[in-house]
């Protein structure tokens, strides 16, 4: 079991996330963040920080996003070979796909 980033963190990154997260899981790319699998205890602590839902619990990623567990295993594997983890809140990028412009 682990926690999830899905679909919604795109060209995001509002990082409300990762101050709250007790065992570092959030790591970034270009594009948005992901969760370590490998890392997360499963608190719950960071699903209600994100402002635009878009953390899930792996048992309850919507099936539109199911791809989203395993890119986020890949990718954290990926990035932990060249860079730590996201402990700090960021400026958001706001980017064309960003879920909060598309809600405007
Ligand atoms: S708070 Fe949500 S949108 Fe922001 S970085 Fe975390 S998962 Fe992505
Ligand atoms: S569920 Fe807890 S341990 Fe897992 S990523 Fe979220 S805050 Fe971190």
Redesign the pocket.
């Known amino acids: 079991m682990?926690?999830v980033v899905c679909e919604p963190c795109y060209d995001c990154k509002y990082t409300d996330?990762v101050v709250?997260?007790?065992?570092d899981?959030?790591y970034q790319d270009e594009r948005m963040l992901y969760?370590d699998p490998v890392?997360?205890?499963?608190?719950?602590?960071?699903?209600p920080e994100c402002p635009v839902e878009a953390?899930f619990?792996d048992s309850d990623v919507p099936t539109r996003w199911q791809s989203f567990i395993a890119l986020n295993l890949e990718r954290t594997a990926a990035i932990k070979g060249c860079s730590g983890p996201l402990t700090e809140k960021q400026e958001p990028m706001e980017g064309a796909g960003c879920a909060s412009r598309q809600k405007v």
Do not use: E, Y
Request: aromatic share 4%.
């Open positions: 682990s926690h996330c709250v997260c007790p065992m899981c959030f969760i890392s997360c205890i499963d608190c719950g602590a960071c699903t953390i619990i």
